[in-house]
């Protein structure tokens, strides 16, 4: 019987080589793989970086544009307010301009005004009158005026030159309405 050796070195070789080449696909495959994760890793994070850096940059140049538009605004509010309180005011004293001209036209020719003031809605009227009657006709006059309350006599005495001076109070004068 003849015998036949069999010799495993090949295989055993050819094994070897196979199974190097296996962990060295597996250890290079893992560190491309794991290279690649951090390159993708550090992309990402330069990336987020960056764009937070553009958002505040441009919440900064935003931030800066509506200070600047701002002011322009705020002035021309400020402008506008201003030109509302001056009309508001100015229809106030046109309101005023019949009640004064009805206050005129009722004031007897005996009676003249030396000062007429209006303080926390109330029209003081101080004058003169040359007889006593004049200023119960006067007051008799304040009275029909509309939207004025009945004057109240303040001071009455008679001066050096032997005429009435007097002072009348009217209340309750709605500003609103001539």
């Known amino acids: 019987m003849v015998r036949h050796q069999v010799n495993f070195l090949p295989w055993r070789e050819r094994r070897q080589q196979r199974c190097l080449r296996f962990w060295t696909l597996i250890f290079f495959s893992t560190f491309f793989v794991i ?5 993708l890793i550090r992309i990402t994070l330069e990336n987020t970086h960056h764009i ?3 958002r505040s ?5 935003l931030g800066q544009a509506l200070a600047q538009r701002e002011k322009p605004l705020r002035l021309a509010l400020q402008q506008a307010g201003a030109r ?26 005996q009676a003249w005004l ?23 006709t006067l007051n008799d006059a304040l009275r029909e005026l509309p939207g004025l309350k009945p004057a109240t006599v303040g001071k009455t005495e008679r001066d050096a030159q032997g005429r009435w001076q007097f002072t009348l109070q009217l209340e309750g004068i709605d500003a ?3």
Not at 35 to 39: H, K, N
Not at 90 to 95: D, I, K, S, V
């Open 35 to 39: 290279t690649f994760m951090w390159l």
């Open 52 to 54: 937070a850096d553009l």
């Open 57 to 61: 940059t441009a919440n900064r140049e």
């Open 84 to 109: 509302q309180q001056w009309q508001a005011r100015r229809a106030m004293t046109q309101a005023w301009q019949p009640r004064l001209q009805a206050i005129a036209t009722h004031f007897p020719g």
């Open 114 to 136: 030396t000062e007429l003031s209006w303080q926390n809605n109330v029209l003081t009227l101080n004058g003169y009158a040359s007889a006593f009657p004049a200023l119960a």
């Open 176 to 178: 609103a309405t001539p």
